[in-house]
């Protein structure tokens, strides 16, 4: 709302229940800036698509809880989320690679707060 940034670790998990139709992705991401903490949690659908052996791309939609901690007040709120999701694996066995994921915020609560984001990490493929 203000224009100020945040940093923060996310930790997510992702399940194909239906392959190359449907990932559904459970997450947690902590922000800390500006004499405030935020916690994140969300749940994405997201439909994948193949671009080669070593690159996938998804788009994704879904819920998010919000608890925000600002001068000394705590507030919770329901949000809305849309995702971009490009994944690198150096190779086609996909055992490990990274992401860059830009996002879009929306909060349902007092003020409507809109959030532009974007995480970069590390991918590793649990059998």
């Keep these: 709302q203000d224009g ?6 996310t930790v ?4 194909t229940p239906l392959k190359d139709w449907l990932e559904i992705e459970a997450g947690v991401t902590s ?3 500006g004499g405030q903490a935020e916690w994140d949690t969300d749940l994405l659908f997201k439909k994948p698509f193949t671009l080669s052996n070593t690159v996938e791309f998804m788009f994704g939609v879904g819920p998010e809880w919000m608890h925000k901690t600002s001068d000394g007040k705590t507030v919770d709120s329901l949000g809305g989320e849309a995702v971009l999701d490009f994944m690198f694996w150096p ?3 996909r055992k490990f690679g990274w992401y860059l994921e830009p996002s879009y915020g929306y909060d349902f ?3 409507h707060e809109q959030s532009l984001s974007v995480m970069v990490g ?3 493929a649990i059998p």
């Excluded at 997510?12 to 399940?15: C, D, F, N, R, S």
């Design 4 to 9: 100020s940034s945040s940093f923060g670790p």
């Design 12 to 15: 997510a998990i992702e399940v």
């Design 31 to 33: 922000l800390f800036g």
């Design 91 to 93: 190779s086609p066995h």
């Design 109 to 111: 609560g007092a003020g």
């Design 122 to 124: 590390l991918l590793i």
